[in-house]
């Protein structure tokens, strides 16, 4: 019986957030077809000498979709190698589509988001109670649309913590969309190529981000994180607790409030 095509998370660019199943299955490929433009060739030395490596950077949906069907139906372990996490901005649902027409298997692998390991990096956390239990991933509209009601001014009017992808090359229009409710001194993080050797990080305000960025000359693989979140310090934030660990919350609470 053939063995599904396999969609691994890879992470953001550090090989070693990668998750253990990821990893694994990456040992035991014989093909593998990532994007070399996105995913670091530090991550193929997982696997066995004699892989199949593709990538995909240069190549169609199509082709990229030709080079799957022919491991699976040549019976090989194929991994299909994402950056992040493959359901966020990663083309997935089209190759599902394809595959599924083509009757072939595929089992998919989450990964870590350059959300969450740029919050990390800069000890950041995108939830605080009182400030923001709520957090949106969104991006400006380009080639790919977006519907009206998720327009980035729309999604603002909800003042929480917001990280945006892919828009970092029209900061200035960020800015603008945002300063229709956010105000001008929100705290804003750009984090560029997170978990890669050259990775680097900006703070400052929607008043001053913009300039940042431009004298920083970052215009690609660059995500913007915005709220208050990232303006409070631990000192200050201090009063503001969640409830889970308190110890007047019962640990039967605590425990499903935990698992849910």
């Not at 069907?69 to 599902?96: C, F, I, N, S, W």
């Not at 660059?222 to 110890?247: H, N, P, Q």
Request: charged share 25%; with cysteine; hydrophobic share 40%.
């Amino acid at each position: 019986m053939n063995q599904p095509v396999a969609f691994v998370g890879a992470g953001p660019g550090d090989p070693e957030l990668i998750t253990v199943k990821g990893r694994r299955l990456l040992e035991e490929a014989d093909r593998v077809v990532y994007a070399g433009s996105l995913v670091p060739e530090a991550l193929l030395q997982y696997c066995g000498k004699e892989v199949l490596a593709f990538d995909s950077a240069p190549l169609t949906l199509e082709k990229t979709h030709a080079l799957l069907k022919e491991g699976y139906e040549a019976g090989q372990k194929v991994v299909r190698l994402h950056t992040g996490d493959p359901g966020l901005y990663g083309a997935l649902h089209e190759q599902m589509a394809l595959l599924d027409r083509d009757n072939i298997a595929y089992v998919v692998i989450p990964g870590v988001s350059a959300a969450f390991a740029a919050a990390a990096a800069m000890n950041s956390v995108l939830t605080i109670p009182e400030i923001s239990q709520t957090v949106i991933l969104t991006r400006l509209e380009g080639r790919t649309p977006v519907p009206e009601r998720e327009k980035l001014a729309a999604l603002a009017s909800h003042r929480t913590t917001m990280l945006i992808y892919l828009s970092v090359q029209r900061i200035e229009e960020v800015v603008a969309e945002l300063c229709t409710h956010y105000p001008a001194d929100t705290p804003v993080m750009v984090a560029y190529r997170v978990g890669w050797p050259d990775q680097k990080f900006l703070r400052a305000t929607l008043e001053t981000i913009a300039a940042l960025v431009r004298s920083e000359q970052i215009g690609r693989q660059a995500l913007i994180l915005v709220g208050d979140v990232f303006g409070a310090k631990s000192t200050e934030a201090g009063g503001k607790r969640s409830k889970l660990y308190d110890k007047s919350f019962s640990h039967q609470f605590r425990d499903a409030e935990k698992s849910g």
